[in-house]
């Protein structure tokens, strides 16, 4: 891991972007982080669009992870941002949009053509960088996966003995294939399903919620759409993490 930039932003944030393999990345940390009284990690995933578009957002839940007492940190997924454009998934977006703009169900080919191929990619990319963030001397402890894309959560729930909760938002596509993975899933889950979500199967996400093998799992639904999350379901997903991480 290779720091590129560090600034301190309010309220005792510093903020580091680095790379990994040439993978981009941001960690945020209580700026009196040490050594000698590390924190825990929550990662923070978020969807395909590139962490430029998604900045704005991510330094926002970063913000509060860092007021909770947590580090937080996020990494470019592949074939976002300014990584090289991979042609399966511009393909399997571009098939997406076409289906939704006609007004046509959005086939399981086209989902697994999205989901499935961004899973396996993203996956190990986020062990590596859960390797070099937990070699750091400020951070310690559990760790948490917060957000982003659903599929992608459940994988590392299930093959990453590291993450202890996880926050998901049923909010992207899900294969079938997930489902079944989903039985394995065993760590406290906070799941956040908006009710009218324009871009989401509500039935997949109940069916998905009833498949999570965990002993405790909690789902919290609110009306409105994609974007409409009230600031309540923030507070709610803080008091998760402050209560299995610490």
Do not use: C
Request: glycine share 10%.
């Amino acid at each position: 891991m290779r720091f590129t930039s560090e600034q301190r932003l309010d309220e005792g944030v510093l903020e580091r972007e680095f790379t990994l393999d040439e993978i981009p990345g941001i960690l945020w940390t209580p700026a009196s982080a040490s050594a000698s009284a590390p924190v825990p990690l929550i990662l923070l995933g978020h969807p395909p669009l590139g962490l430029g578009k998604m900045y704005p957002r991510l330094v926002a839940r970063a913000r509060h992870s860092v007021a909770d007492g947590f580090a937080a940190a996020t990494i470019e997924l592949p074939g976002s941002g300014d990584r090289p454009r991979w042609a399966a998934a511009e393909q399997a977006r571009a098939d997406l949009r076409r289906a939704m703009e006609a007004g046509e169900p959005v086939s399981d080919e086209i989902i697994d053509a999205l989901i499935l191929p961004l899973v396996e990619k993203a996956v190990p990319e986020w062990q590596a960088a859960l390797d070099a963030l937990l070699a750091l001397p400020e951070i310690g402890g559990k760790v948490g996966y917060s957000g982003g894309v659903i599929s992608i959560g459940v994988r590392l729930a299930v093959v990453e003995p590291r993450i202890a909760a996880a926050g998901l938002f049923a909010g992207s596509f899900v294969p079938r294939a997930m489902f079944e993975e989903a039985r394995q899933v065993t760590v406290p889950l906070h799941v956040l399903l908006q009710w009218d979500d324009e871009g989401n199967d509500r039935q997949a996400a109940l069916d998905l919620f009833d498949a999570f093998g965990s002993k405790e799992k909690s789902l919290h639904a609110n009306m409105g759409g994609h974007t409409g999350v009230p600031e309540s379901a923030g507070a709610a997903a803080a008091q998760f993490f402050t209560r299995h991480l610490k």
